[in-house]
């Protein structure tokens, strides 16, 4: 069942490119691509198809660095925009999240937890592993002193919503920073998630969720990597574990939110997807059955939970738009607001793209 991943590389990127120049020069109505550069595979495989696509004199990367970012992160963002000499700039979205009240609200819930914490301290949420049996998905705070003495504590509920919900600013600012830059170049705006994100709602709704279309919302993360280095994607990238790069400790997306590394996740997702029983994806997996069927039982839990990051805005009725001629009036319920802010569920998905 191993292979049941493998994809033909090249015709994939073939078919993925031809639906970015129909997305964004067809429907779209766009001159060019702007693609958020995080230095993962994810964002650099969407800027590699989409400069193949229309070239890379018409993609922009950004990148978007913070306090609590790595600088690894931003030394890869480069390196994979100098790899597709796309156009880069940075914005440092830092002085805008601390004027919002990002890290001061972020302090405020994690004191509650642990009054020390302060200047110098660094903190991550983390899960439980799925494989030691079965788990409350329930999150819990590790923090770190200046000296390196950890703590680990669970947050009350709702000191946890508040220490989310502060951080939520900075994929929210991000996303802001995408769209100056594609309103003043007219261009559109490239989502970045790959299959196990737009599946499992590991993004932030109208942060990193926002997007004009996404281009690899159909493929596994082991597909992501193949894709990439078929690309040529630089090897360094594609050497990097999936990270977060949100809080100030350094943090894998498995200890973060999926709890199982990306490989086996894929197989469990593609297992369940298909309707395969634990059996006989566990032996692919290096799992055993009890472990797939755990997996199956938490991403069904991840689907309802995130079942709202998903929908479209709800509008009191549906309104069908006039055709030739503008609205006498913007307000409530007119044309053009709401529906699909987040391109995404019933009816909005804009995924562009499937192999």
């Known amino acids: ?18 639906a970015i120049r129909r997305a964004v020069q067809g429907d779209l109505g766009r001159r060019g691509v702007v693609v958020g550069l995080s230095g993962g595979v994810d964002s650099a495989l969407t800027a590699a198809l989409s400069a193949r696509a229309l070239g890379p004199d018409r993609v922009l990367g950004v990148l978007m660095p913070e306090r609590d970012s790595s600088s690894e992160s931003l030394r890869l963002g480069r390196a994979a925009a100098d790899a597709l000499r796309i156009g880069l700039v940075l914005e440092d979205i830092g002085p805008a999240l601390e004027a919002m009240g990002c890290y001061r609200r972020q302090v405020d819930a994690i004191r509650e937890a642990f009054p020390e914490y302060a200047e110098g301290w660094r903190c991550r949420l983390v899960l439980p592993s799925l494989l030691s049996g079965d788990r409350l998905s329930v999150f819990r705070l590790e923090v770190e002193s200046p000296r390196g003495e950890r703590k680990s504590s669970r947050l009350s509920a709702p000191a946890y919503k508040q220490l989310v919900a502060a951080t939520n600013f900075k994929q929210r600012t991000r996303k802001m920073f995408e769209y100056y830059h594609a309103d003043r170049l007219g261009y559109a ?25 996404k281009p690899i919302a159909h493929l596994y993360k082991s597909q992501v990597y193949a894709l990439a280095a078929h690309l040529g994607v630089p090897d360094e990238i594609l050497a990097q574990p999936p990270t977060t790069d949100t809080f100030s400790m350094p943090q894998t997306q498995e200890e973060f939110y999926f709890a199982l590394p990306y490989r086996e996740m894929d197989l469990c997702l593609y297992g369940m997807n298909e309707g395969l029983p634990p059996e006989e994806v566990a032996a692919a997996a290096g799992l055993s059955a009890d472990q797939v ?32 001629r503008a609205p006498d009036r913007q307000g409530p319920g007119s044309a053009g607001e709401g529906a699909g802010a987040e391109g995404e569920g019933p009816g909005g998905d804009s995924q562009v793209a499937e192999t």
């Open 1 to 18: 069942m191993t292979e049941v991943l493998d994809i033909d590389a090249d015709r994939a990127c073939r078919e993925i490119e031809e």
């Open 189 to 213: 705006v490239a989502g970045t998630p790959n299959r196990l994100e737009f599946d499992q709602g590991f993004f932030v709704k109208l942060g990193d969720g926002a997007a004009d279309f």
């Open 293 to 324: 069927a755990r997996v199956y039982r938490d991403i069904e839990a991840k689907r309802r939970a995130t079942r709202y990051l998903h929908a479209p805005a709800k509008l009191v009725r549906a309104v069908q738009p006039r055709v030739g």
